[in-house]
């Protein structure tokens, strides 16, 4: 089994930039990808990056690239997904996904609780 927990979100004006961490414990040695998703109020959700478990492929959405960065520290276990530029649209929550086959387009059985990211001014 696989935990992970979401850190990061909050409000924040149009513009402005929000960091988010997703912690990974438990089975970290089954996991071969992590990813952000996210989903907004009367919609489904959806894929907003991915990254596999080495750092070395990246699959960001056409719609929050060039604003949005993923990482990952591996000694810490941790996933990021650096927000810049944020939009009144990219209100949603955002929650953390562990896979444990090398899959950047189809989510993983391991979710995390989801954190709030708000834009508004």
């Known amino acids: 089994q696989v935990q992970l927990v979401e850190s990061g979100g909050g409000s924040v004006q149009p513009g402005g930039s929000l960091r988010l961490s997703c912690a990974a414990s438990?089975?970290?040695?089954?996991?071969?990808?992590m990813g952000w998703y996210r989903q907004a109020p009367g919609k489904q959700r959806e894929l907003v990056a991915t990254?596999?478990?080495?750092?070395?492929?990246?699959y960001v959405d056409s719609v929050v690239k060039g604003r949005f960065t993923i990482s990952r520290d591996n000694a810490k276990n941790t996933a990021f997904l650096q927000m810049n530029s944020l939009k009144p649209e990219d209100t949603a929550v955002y929650y953390c996904?562990?896979?444990?086959?090398?899959?950047?387009?189809?989510?993983?059985?391991?979710w995390g609780q989801g954190t709030q990211v708000t834009v508004s001014s």
């Open positions: 996904n562990a896979n444990r086959e090398v899959k950047l387009w189809t989510p993983g059985d391991y």
């Open positions: 990254i596999t478990s080495g750092g070395s492929t990246a």
């Open positions: 438990g089975s970290i040695f089954s996991i071969s990808a």
